[in-house]
């Protein structure tokens, strides 16, 4: 008697299977696998942040060329920027400012000077994007944003 031999169906690979799926999408060179969220251009909108803003009980001096203001009730701050609701004077938008604010913590007295831009002009505030600042001002920031 003679034995029928059966051929098992080969498991798929990575390789069939990238095969498939290529066939299944549109024929676009751009196009990847798997699909990228589109992302969010936040320079186009001075009123999106992207890091946790916080309402501070504190002041901020606003240091603009050769004149500095005095103390300024800072709304809300976040990582990235802060709204200082103060007389705006001459100050334009895209305008180079320092923005220091003084607090204690934990019992010791901190004092930041932050380079920051004017985004956003309003009759009763500015609102700011930082600059860039070193790792020891950013451990700082953090912890006076989830203190309060």
């Known amino acids: 008697m003679e034995r029928k031999i059966t051929h098992r169906e080969r498991p798929a690979t990575v390789l069939s299977d990238a095969v498939w799926i290529g066939r299944a999408l549109p ?3 751009e196009q990847t696998w798997p699909p990228k969220p589109p992302l969010r251009d936040h320079s186009k909108d001075p009123h999106l942040r992207t890091s946790l803003r916080a309402e501070l009980p504190y002041e901020a001096v606003i240091n603009y060329g050769m004149t500095y203001s005095g103390a300024w009730r800072v709304r809300n701050m976040s990582m990235s920027g802060a709204f200082v609701e103060m007389d705006v004077g001459d100050l334009q938008e895209g305008a180079a400012v320092e923005f220091v ?3 204690s913590y934990k019992g010791q007295q901190m004092e930041h000077r932050l380079p920051a ?3 956003r002009i309003q009759q009763n505030g500015v609102a700011l994007k930082f600059g860039r ?3 020891e001002t950013y451990t700082q920031l953090i912890n006076l944003l989830y203190a309060c």
């Open 27 to 29: 024929q676009s060179s």
């Open 117 to 119: 831009t004017a985004t």
């Open 133 to 135: 600042y070193d790792d």
């Open 101 to 103: 604010i003084r607090y």
